[in-house]
């Protein structure tokens, strides 16, 4: 029998997901991920195996906990123009897609894997956009789901250079309402 984990495995993939959000991937090195997350070396190779393992699981977390619960955000807004104001003018401001965002521009085109695994987000994304556009009826809903969730991203990409202000915010769920309609 083995000696039992010195740390919380699941706090240090959360950790490690709001790590990665920051300083990318290949921004992290192992002594960042050793000194912020307060875990000896040799733990986090014996139990992720390498930093693209543990990477990955911090991915993993980061699709079952944010973008998940910001999908079922968007599905319960059901289309209604206030809600879906304050759904996305969260997610621009807020960090939840940030990992998915730097996923998709850093390790996708080089990673299948991620690759897979931000499809899954942008899809779970697509799918919540989509239902609340069929819950309000606001026409031909069938291209609407991926411009939605492009346009959080790039919105959320502005976010993170600081150049977006509440008018563009607004610019974007203004466009985002027009998608949907013939």
């Known amino acids: 029998m083995g000696r039992p984990r ?17 300083r990318t991937y290949d921004g992290t090195s192992v002594d960042d991920l050793v000194s912020h997350l307060g875990v000896h ?4 190779y014996k139990t992720f195996g390498s930093k693209r393992g543990l990477y990955l699981a911090a991915l993993k977390w980061s699709l079952d906990h944010e973008v998940s619960g910001l999908a079922e955000r968007v599905a319960e807004a059901g289309g209604h123009a206030e809600g879906a104001y304050e759904v ?18 850093e390790r996708a085109p080089v990673d299948a894997e991620v690759a897979r695994l ?4 942008f899809t779970a994304l697509d799918r919540a956009v ?10 031909d809903a069938r291209a609407a789901p991926a411009a939605a969730t492009a346009l959080l991203i790039g919105l959320r990409t502005r976010a993170r250079s600081g150049t977006t202000d509440e008018g563009t915010i607004r610019a974007g769920v203004g466009l985002a309402q027009r998608l949907g309609r013939p």
Do not use: H, M, Q, Y
């Open 118 to 121: 931000v499809g899954e987000a």
């Open 6 to 22: 010195g740390f919380d495995e699941a706090e240090v993939v959360r950790s490690a997901a709001k790590l990665f959000a920051i």
């Open 41 to 44: 070396r040799n733990s986090l």
């Open 88 to 105: 996305l003018a969260d997610a621009v401001t807020g960090t939840e897609v940030d990992l998915v965002l730097l996923a998709a521009v």
């Open 130 to 139: 989509g239902d609340a556009s069929r819950a309000a009826e606001n026409g």
